[in-house]
């Protein structure tokens, strides 16, 4: 069975057991009926602050609801999706026609938000719990009284077959409260004030960072391509308003003696950080250094400068590897895919030369390329999956900054959108240069193995 055919198949799944654990008031299993993942994962939460998990729920809003599912693009809305009907009966698409398909459900949009029970980009579809689990189990998240609900808790029921869960920001009087939730098919994703009965509890998730940790300066390394250069934005709660400091470094860690250094201040104006931020002047951007242009894949890291005077912290997103300017020179053509198995797929650990993804993944977890003691398991898939970089377009359905799939007709695409364009681009210049992506195009991809469209 091919990959495309394998999610077809899960999504058809995960529709069926949502249908018994209840996404979003629809019908659930009684205790002990299912086996559910509070049951058998081991319990180690991440740390997030509370101000991370309200930003991420504020970047849900806006998206439409799709019942059994949860995954929406932090950094826009111009694919908000469409749900049609009442659910569970309800049915979703892509909006606009063609493009990714995003939209979550209420207890998806929680979980992205928690970030549970892993970290993991938004943009990559997840729905590991329904309401049964938030309200009756406590594997990330433990119940606490309504009195004392904090930013980024959550509100929940479950009980008669039916559930509902939101994120809780702030009460606003009158017994109601402001909160992020996707409440419905004919509502979607949302930031409304509401009340709450008494059937809802209140949890709050593990791992929650101190308030001096939730200090520490935060930000997100958005890009790093050829063209647009370096993006992102980075912020310091202990210097209110004011702009911090930005050190990119190149092919190695700050700690490092050796690496080239850049830094840059954050202080570009960007209207959407104003909700999240309280003020829009904390962007940043930088074009990469000339010398970086040489053909070779370079990696780039970013770290906020602490007001404090604290160790820098490392963005969100960093760091990023990008390939620009001639190709060196070689003989014959490009060297073939040499891994053992796809990096989408789980199996025995990999090489760091055997693709640019497996090199990426391996920096960020070195047990996936450790062939003697590590194997490439589910945490390594998911890194090729989620990893923006080297593993751009890789894996079908992950991360990638090309306007359409590669797998697929349609506009022409920018060579350095992804891995799979640019090989494909590289053979066949039309594909990048006519302002059509057309079938023959797409026939290349699905035959390239440095893409991948389906087939394992």
Request: glycine share 12%; charged share 20%; proline share 6%.
């Amino acid at each position: 069975m091919n990959a495309r055919a394998l999610r077809k198949g899960l999504a058809l799944l995960g529709v069926l057991l949502v249908a018994l654990a209840s996404a979003c008031a629809v019908e659930v299993a009684e205790p002990g009926q299912d086996e559910t993942l509070g049951t058998t994962e081991e319990a180690v939460t991440a740390g997030i602050s509370r101000g991370e998990i309200i930003a991420l729920g504020a970047s849900g809003v806006g998206y439409s609801y799709w019942w059994g599912h949860g995954r929406w693009d932090p950094a826009g809305k111009s694919a908000p999706g469409k749900c049609s009907g009442s659910c569970g009966a309800c049915s979703h698409s892509a909006l606009p026609k063609g493009g990714p398909e995003y939209g979550a459900d209420c207890s998806g949009f929680v979980a992205q938000a928690w970030q549970v029970p892993g970290e993991g980009s938004p943009k990559v579809d997840r729905h590991p719990y329904s309401t049964y689990n938030f309200r009756y189990e406590k594997t990330h998240w433990y119940p606490i009284k309504k009195s004392d609900l904090k930013a980024g808790d959550a509100l929940v029921y479950n009980s008669g077959g039916k559930g509902h869960i939101v994120l809780f920001e702030s009460w606003t009087g009158g017994g109601k409260a402001m909160a992020y939730e996707c409440a419905g098919c004919k509502v979607g994703c949302i930031h409304k004030p509401r009340g709450f009965g008494s059937s809802y509890i209140a949890i709050r998730r593990k791992g929650l960072e101190s308030e001096t940790e939730s200090h520490a300066p935060k930000g997100q390394l958005e890009k790093a391509s050829c063209d647009g250069g370096v993006k992102g934005w980075a912020f310091d709660a202990d210097a209110g308003k004011a702009a911090v400091d930005v050190v990119l470094t190149f092919d190695g860690p700050i700690s490092s003696s050796k690496v080239k250094k850049l830094t840059v201040k954050a202080d570009e104006d960007r209207a959407d950080l104003t909700k999240q931020l309280g003020s829009p002047k904390h962007g940043f951007s930088a074009q990469l250094p000339e010398t970086l242009k040489d053909g070779k894949k370079h990696t780039v890291y970013a770290y906020a400068v602490d007001d404090q005077g604290k160790q820098p912290k490392l963005l969100t997103g960093a760091p990023r590897s990008v390939t620009c300017g001639p190709t060196p020179a070689t003989k014959g053509d490009d060297p073939p895919h040499a891994c053992g198995h796809s990096e989408c797929q789980t199996g025995n650990a990999l090489t760091k030369d055997c693709s640019p993804c497996a090199d990426q993944v391996c920096l960020i977890r070195p047990q996936c390329c450790d062939t003697k003691n590590g194997k490439w398991d589910a945490a390594c898939v998911d890194l090729a999956g989620e990893t923006v970089g080297a593993c751009r377009g890789v894996c079908a359905g992950g991360p990638s900054s090309c306007a359409h799939s590669e797998c697929e007709a349609g506009s022409s695409l920018s060579a350095t959108c992804s891995e799979c364009a640019a090989h494909v681009c590289k053979r066949d210049p039309f594909c990048c240069s006519s302002g059509k992506w057309d079938f023959i195009c797409a026939k290349e991809a699905k035959e390239d193995p440095w893409c991948s469209c389906g087939t394992p």
